[in-house]
């Protein structure tokens, strides 16, 4: 009875009908946050091709980005022969010899990368204090950079360790993150500023 | 059917009661002394060799006292000359670090590791146990941390253009069919005011079209930047590592997670659960699939090297408060205008910038007094193909 009273009139009626169904529509315009939004020209805001990190239907895995063909080697790229043993470690550390000079823009360099990289877990300073270990957060402390069994060891088994991780595993592999350069600079960085201070 | 009721209630209540009382029970006995996870990264009890040996009945095995002399530090016992160290020792050839504990937290590990050799089950579903509790609370802790104003902006923006279609169309009504308000002019004022207000609406919308600014997706893991840039003081770098070379900063591998999440397994806020994806993304050797927030248009050129190694700057200052985002959310426009604006405000910084040995003259301008200053826009970032190509 109510409902015929105050919708006697048709017109209103439809009018608010209408109003209703307007409310729909935009609100389901609406943006959420998962919604990255419509673009101008779609054809030329969407990539035909597949962007590196994309999925791929054409290959097996379903990422555009392949691995090179196995054996391949990039230019003026030497493969690291050394394998992640103690056997393999030793031979680094009588092998590779740092081949950097240690001059101003080197130690700068690396002493950046030190500190992205490095800092951490071996501390500023390189007495295994860094910010993980002292919050917490890692439970093993991370090895003394300045204990006399570090301070002893060939470059190349620092090299070793940086590139392919360390043999107990706590620390993994650094080698993709860490061009090879900045990982001489870094040991550069390490041997000038932290161990004098300890002799 | 009264009765079948309450049998059913009584007998749930009973069995819920139990299973409580069968945890806590659980619980209290093999419950793993903080100290142990330090031992749990290199050894396991009764799971076998991992870096170091299996611990499983290493009481029964080998005397106390010498057990505590070798946690505390195995090096001095080698160094000594200690047999059965220096045997261990070449065995496995790493050092077992040094660990400042008191005889009391030792023997608490010991007795840790006595109880859970004869019971090795137990300690595995305490374990699974626990994790569920610390799960569900933090996803609710992780949904309200972001407040959200950008939609309720949006909404509003809505309401008024709702409002003034509704307007139109009353006026409209009333002056064709009903006529209520007697003087045509009411009606013309009013549909005037609701047309501006509409048009304004839409020309917000339409500015706001192919700019994601507030897009802040889920992501397939609810990595938070917060917990690792502010809590754990991570650089930027070490996980987009590309960021100077490339065009892109470069999304982490799960190896790279893995640097640490091999031996970070349960996380502060969101336990195990979302740290185990990672595992099975490194077994299965199927990527996790990161849903990309800041999306330039496929016409846009865009080089992070460029950006970062060159004109140095800073990552926040495109992406916005990153370390303070628990989801990563777009906060600026990306949009041409802001690009460009940002050109003509920049100054390059030529001091110990090798890129720009080839602006010399520039340089020779400066020193010689003609200009003091350049902008992006006068080398070259107002080139069509900067961006363009």
Excluded at chain 1, 62 to 79: E, W, Y
Excluded at chain 1, 165 to 177: C, K, R
Excluded at chain 2, 152 to 161: D, E
Excluded at chain 2, 343 to 352: D, G, L, M, P
Aim: with cysteine; proline share 4%; aromatic share 10%.
């Amino acid at each position: 009875m109510i409902f015929k009273t105050y919708f006697s009139n048709r017109i209103t009626f439809k009018a608010l009908a209408a109003a209703a169904f307007i409310l729909i529509v935009l609100s389901s315009c609406d943006r959420d946050r998962n919604n990255p939004g419509y673009a101008y020209f779609p054809d030329m805001a969407y990539s035909e091709a597949y962007e590196p990190y994309s999925v791929n239907p054409f290959f097996k895995d379903g990422k555009s980005m392949q691995d090179p063909a196995i054996g391949s080697i990039p230019r003026g790229h030497i493969p690291y022969q050394y394998p992640k043993t103690y056997e393999g470690q030793v031979q680094a550390g009588i092998d590779l010899i740092n081949p950097l000079l240690k001059n101003e823009a080197n130690l700068s360099r690396g002493k950046d990368g030190y500190e992205i990289f490095c800092a951490v877990c071996h501390g500023e300073q390189g007495k295994g204090d860094g910010e993980l270990y002292t919050s917490k957060k890692f439970p093993v402390q991370p090895t003394s950079l300045v204990s006399d069994r570090i301070v002893n060891k060939p470059e190349g088994e620092i090299f070793h360790i940086i590139t392919m991780g360390s043999l107990s595993n706590l620390m993994g592999a650094h080698g993709s993150q860490i061009k090879v350069e900045d990982r001489w600079k870094i040991i550069l960085y390490m041997r000038n500023n932290f161990s004098e201070k300890v002799n | 059917m009264k009765e079948k009721i309450r049998f059913l209630i009584t007998n749930l209540l009973s069995t819920i009661l139990l299973v409580f009382a069968i945890q806590f029970f659980v619980q209290s006995q093999t419950n793993a002394p903080e100290q142990y996870k330090v031992c749990a990264a290199c050894h396991t009890i009764g799971e076998g060799k991992l870096i170091g040996p299996d611990l499983k009945g290493i009481t029964e095995k080998r005397d106390e006292a010498w057990l505590i002399d070798f946690i505390r530090s195995s090096q001095t016992m080698i160094k000594n000359g200690d047999e059965e160290a220096v045997k261990l020792f070449d065995e496995y050839k790493i050092p077992m670090p040094d660990n400042k504990m008191t005889d009391e937290e030792i023997k608490e590990i010991l007795t840790f590791i006595r109880n859970s050799s004869k019971e090795p089950v137990l300690a595995d579903k305490t374990e699974s146990q626990s994790v569920v509790p610390a799960s569900s609370t933090s996803e609710t802790v992780l949904e309200d941390f972001m407040p959200y104003q950008l939609a309720k902006s949006r909404l509003r923006l809505n309401i008024k253009f709702l409002i003034s279609i509704l307007l139109i169309l009353l006026m409209l009504i009333d002056l064709i069919f009903t006529r209520f308000i007697k003087f045509r002019i009411i009606h013309i004022v009013i549909i005037l005011v609701a047309l501006t207000l509409g048009v304004q609406v839409v020309v917000a919308k339409a500015i706001g079209l192919g700019r994601q600014e507030g897009y802040e997706p889920d992501q397939p893991i609810k990595f938070s930047h917060k917990v690792h840039v502010t809590g754990n003081k991570i650089d930027c770098k070490y996980c987009h590592s590309t960021v100077e070379e490339s065009r892109y900063a470069g999304i982490p591998s799960t190896s790279v997670c893995l640097n640490c999440h091999h031996v970070v397994r349960e996380g502060q806020h969101t336990g195990t659960t979302e740290i185990n994806k990672i595992y099975e993304a490194f077994e299965s050797q199927k990527p996790i699939e990161w849903v990309k927030v800041h999306n330039l248009p496929d016409h846009v050129f865009f080089s992070h090297a460029q950006h970062v190694a060159v004109g140095k700057v800073d990552c926040n200052h495109c992406h916005g408060e990153v370390e303070n985002m628990d989801r990563i959310r777009q906060v600026n426009s990306l949009s041409m205008g802001w690009c460009i604006n940002c050109h003509r405000n920049t100054e390059v910084q030529f001091k110990s910038n090798e890129y720009y040995t080839s602006f010399m003259k520039l340089h020779d301008d400066i020193k010689s007094g003609k200009i003091s200053k350049v902008t992006v826009d006068q080398v070259g970032g107002n080139n069509c193909q900067a961006c363009h190509n």
